[in-house]
């Protein structure tokens, strides 16, 4: 049972352009949501990330998203660059142990110039 | 340096040969973790440990075992390495509740690339 679900699984933007992600989690007791961005040939990083007293984290052009009575969650890139062309994984973990965490699938994000 | 380092970065091996991947790290964290990566899968936690007496199974941990030979070591160890093991693997660290606000953020080496013919 997967309980992560994150989609789109590819995603191709021009430059400028708004990218957002979207993931959905089925388990309530998750109550720490990171993003993680992954470039070719490196390990995932985190990006950026919330927790479910708030509805909304921005930092920079990364915004979250969050419905906690909708069970999801969504990244928003304004403006994006080609070097935010990358892999971004979603996550739902426990605020005290991030070794419990559940990640989506994992997102191929392409920028065009 | 990199404050989670994996050795070897990529592997090529035979089925049936065992195999040891390493990863060390700088940061202090007690907590260690591995996890694999496959094409449209994400990432699965193979095992994990919260210091050097501590070890646990994660989600998939069947064909794989680990030694965690000090707090900054965590190896893991393919006893007779399968096709499809063939993945990349990841090493990762936490701190612990209470030493930061790191307990609820991994950091990641770069992988290890490992195939198995």
């Known amino acids: 049972q997967q309980q992560v679900k994150q989609s789109p699984q590819s995603l191709i933007v021009q430059k400028g352009g708004i990218s957002i992600i979207n993931c959905a989690y089925e388990?309530?007791?998750?109550?720490?949501f990171p993003w993680y961005q992954q470039f070719p040939g490196k390990g995932p990083a985190l990006l950026i990330a919330i927790r479910p007293d708030v509805s909304e984290k921005k930092e920079g052009r990364f915004t979250i998203s969050f419905n906690k009575s909708a069970k999801q969650f969504s990244l928003h890139i304004m403006d994006s660059q080609p070097g935010d062309s990358a892999t971004y994984f979603c996550a739902a973990a426990f605020n005290t142990n991030a070794g419990k965490s559940t990640f989506g699938d994992g997102t191929t994000l392409t920028v065009k110039p | 340096d990199a404050d989670v380092t994996q050795t070897p970065r990529n592997r090529i091996t035979k089925t049936g040969k065992r195999i040891m991947l390493e990863c060390s790290q700088t940061k202090g964290h007690d907590r260690m973790y591995w996890y694999r990566q496959d094409p449209g899968l994400g990432l699965r936690l193979i095992y994990y440990s919260f210091d050097v007496k501590d070890i646990n199974k994660g989600e998939i941990s069947d064909g794989y075992s680990v030694s965690r030979q000090a707090q900054a070591k965590f190896s893991l160890s393919l006893e007779s390495a399968i096709p499809n093991q063939t993945a990349l693997y990841f090493c990762?660290?936490?701190?612990?509740?209470?030493?930061?606000?790191?307990?609820?953020?991994?950091?990641f080496g770069a992988g290890s690339r490992l195939t198995v013919l």
């Open positions: 388990n309530t007791a998750f109550d720490y």
């Open positions: 990762a660290t936490s701190d612990s509740p209470g030493t930061g606000s790191g307990a609820n953020v991994l950091t």
